[in-house]
C-alpha cells in the first residue's frame, strides 16, 4: 500500500506559481511512477506529469510543458509540481496518484494509489 498526501494548493492570480507537494508513504518507492492529474469543474480528469522515482524521467502533457516542472526528493519521499505562469484554465483539483506500473503513464486507469486531491484556483 502507498499513501499520498497533496499539499500546497489555494488562490494565485494569473502569471504567478505554486508549488504543489505529494508526500508518499508505506512502500518502498524505487519502483514507482508517480504523476499529477487535475480535474477541472465539469470536465473530466486529465494527465499532467509524471516521474520515474528510480532514474527521473519526466513526463509532461502538452498543455503545461515548458510551465510546470515535476521533481522528487528521495530523501523526503516527496513529489513536487512547480508550476509557473498559472492561467485561469489551469484552474483544478490537483491529484497525486502511484503506480509500479512502468507503461501508459499519462493513463489515470494506470495508477493503483491516490492522494485527496488540493484545489488550485488561478483568477484572471
Known amino acids: 500500500q502507498v499513501q499520498l498526501d497533496e499539499s500546497g494548493g489555494g488562490l494565485v492570480q494569473a502569471g504567478n506559481s505554486l508549488r504543489l507537494s505529494c508526500a508518499a508513504s508505506?512502500?518502498?518507492?524505487?519502483?514507482?511512477?508517480m504523476g499529477w492529474f487535475r480535474q477541472a469543474p465539469g470536465k473530466e480528469r486529465e494527465f499532467v506529469a509524471a516521474?520515474?522515482?528510480?532514474?527521473?524521467?519526466?513526463y509532461y502533457s502538452d498543455s503545461v510543458k515548458g510551465r510546470f516542472t515535476i521533481s522528487r526528493d528521495n530523501a523526503k519521499n516527496t513529489m513536487y509540481l512547480q508550476m509557473n505562469s498559472l492561467k485561469p484554465e489551469d484552474t483544478a483539483v490537483y491529484y497525486c496518484a502511484a503506480t509500479v506500473r512502468g507503461f501508459l503513464v499519462r493513463l489515470q486507469h494506470t495508477y493503483d494509489y491516490w492522494g485527496q486531491g488540493t484545489q488550485v484556483t488561478v483568477s484572471s
Open positions: 516521474i520515474n522515482w528510480s532514474n527521473g524521467n519526466t
Open positions: 508505506g512502500r518502498t518507492f524505487s519502483s514507482l511512477i
